[in-house]
């Protein structure tokens, strides 16, 4: 498995300083917002090509709209969605990650003939059938991301995520991108979902319990370490806060700390 980092928690003036970081540090890849990428893809492109990185993902960020009630607004996130395909393509990247909701359901709430939440699956079983065909043409896969009930009410764990993957026959231009600090939140077992629904994940963001860099919470890494391996587990690996980090001390706060996180994902085979 390869070691990629959401490159925005790394301290350097520029992106590029940025990924030379990352590739002084040892990972393989980077993750991307798509906040600003197209303005910086030049300086991104160049940097790569000093460096021999790879862009993992590009993730859809707090991009919304995906299941609104309101048809233009669901085209304009469709429609950025689609732009960040494409882009993922411009950077040799496979893989792109949205999270299909944010906050309160939008969706009216038609009961007894359609509740607000089964209105909004409805609107994400149709999202997935029309961008999974692009995903494909373009040769990239499609990630949902599922959050804790904190940050939306819609798509909390892993199990509801493959209810969806199920509803499109398990389409392989679509998988789910978990992230471990909400799989903390919101599944009872989160260790026992990544041997289960090892296959379905194309993506894996890591974080410890706490929201903090792997061996500064809770989790037993070696278990993690056992639990992808005897699921098969093939795909990327992301240091990830989850969300967009923009505080320089808090960015030399996580540098300072990599090291050791560094150092025991190697002890327990996580990484090489």
């Known amino acids: 498995m390869k070691l990629a980092i959401q490159v925005d928690m790394l301290p350097a003036r520029t992106i590029a300083d940025q990924i030379h970081l990352a590739y002084d540090l040892g990972f393989d890849g980077i993750d991307l917002w798509t906040d600003n990428l197209d303005s910086q893809l030049l300086e991104i492109?160049?940097?790569?090509?000093?460096?021999?990185?790879?862009?993992?993902s590009v993730h859809l960020g707090k991009m919304d709209g995906y299941l609104s009630p309101d048809i233009a607004v669901r085209e304009f996130a469709i429609g950025r969605m689609r732009q960040a395909m494409a882009t993922a393509v411009d950077l040799q990247?496979?893989?792109?990650?949205?999270?299909?909701?944010?906050?309160?359901?939008?969706?009216?709430?038609?009961?007894?003939?359609?509740?607000?939440?089964?209105?909004?699956?409805?609107?994400?079983?149709?999202?997935?059938?029309?961008?999974?065909?692009?995903?494909?043409?373009?040769?990239?896969?499609?990630?949902?991301?599922?959050?804790?009930?904190?940050?939306?009410?819609?798509?909390?764990?892993?199990?509801?995520?493959?209810?969806?993957?199920?509803?499109?026959?398990?389409?392989p231009h679509v998988r789910i991108a978990p992230y471990l600090f909400d799989m903390a939140l919101e599944e009872q077992n989160p260790l026992e979902c990544l041997v289960t629904y090892g296959q379905r994940l194309g993506y894996l963001y890591l974080a410890d319990s706490n929201g903090h860099l792997p061996s500064y919470g809770l989790y037993n890494w070696q278990a993690v370490a056992d639990a992808l391996k005897q699921s098969n587990y093939e795909g990327w690996l992301?240091?990830?806060?989850?969300?967009?980090?923009?505080?320089?001390?808090?960015?030399?706060?996580?540098?300072?700390?990599?090291?050791?996180?560094?150092?025991?994902?190697?002890?327990?085979?996580?990484?090489?």
Not at 45 to 56: H, M, P, S
């Open 93 to 171: 990247c496979a893989n792109v990650v949205f999270v299909p909701h944010w906050g309160t359901l939008t969706t009216p709430d038609l009961t007894p003939h359609r509740s607000a939440e089964e209105i909004a699956s409805e609107l994400m079983i149709w999202l997935l059938r029309t961008v999974s065909d692009l995903a494909y043409a373009l040769g990239t896969t499609l990630h949902m991301q599922p959050r804790h009930r904190y940050h939306t009410q819609f798509l909390n764990n892993i199990t509801q995520a493959v209810k969806f993957s199920d509803a499109i026959k398990d389409n």
């Open 238 to 272: 992301c240091l990830s806060t989850g969300y967009a980090v923009t505080d320089p001390d808090e960015q030399y706060a996580i540098y300072d700390a990599l090291p050791a996180s560094l150092a025991m994902l190697r002890d327990v085979g996580l990484v090489g």
């Open 45 to 56: 492109a160049t940097a790569l090509n000093e460096t021999d990185l790879e862009v993992a």
